[in-house]
């Protein structure tokens, strides 16, 4: 079973920056894309970084150049650093795990619980 916890959310003022961090468990983190995924109120879920096992990374045009996804594998930790932040980055975000097999076991997609993160004027 797989189990993502996210932590670092909050409030903080535009311009500010943050850390999330989100915890998995298994033996599964090493060999699948892990991601970063938001969601604003009335808006559909949206990616935001992803990172695959071999290190290499995409980001949403919006965050290009202020978000930095990266993954410490021996902790099942994954991070997003995020730095100048705006009012239009208030969201949940939400930590994702995507599908893949290990030792003949199936891991499935799955989701964290989210951690709010809201960005004042």
């Known amino acids: 079973q797989v189990q993502l916890v996210e932590s670092g959310g909050g409030l903080v003022q535009a311009g500010s920056s943050l850390r999330l961090s989100c915890t998995a468990s298994?033996?599964?983190?090493?060999?699948?894309?892990m991601a970063w995924y938001r969601q604003a109120p009335g808006k559909q879920r949206t990616l935001v970084a992803e990172?695959?096992?071999?290190?290499?990374?995409n980001y949403a045009d919006a965050v290009k150049g202020r978000f930095t996804i990266s993954r410490d594998n021996p902790k099942n930790t994954l991070y997003l650093q995020m730095n100048n932040l705006k009012p239009e980055d208030t969201a949940t975000y939400y930590c994702?795990?995507?599908?893949?097999?290990?030792?003949?076991?199936?891991?499935?997609?799955?989701w964290g619980q989210g951690t709010q993160v809201t960005v004042s004027e």
């Open positions: 298994g033996s599964f983190f090493t060999i699948v894309t």
């Open positions: 994702n795990s995507g599908p893949g097999w290990i030792n003949s076991r199936y891991y499935p997609n799955s």
């Open positions: 990172i695959e096992s071999t290190g290499s990374t």
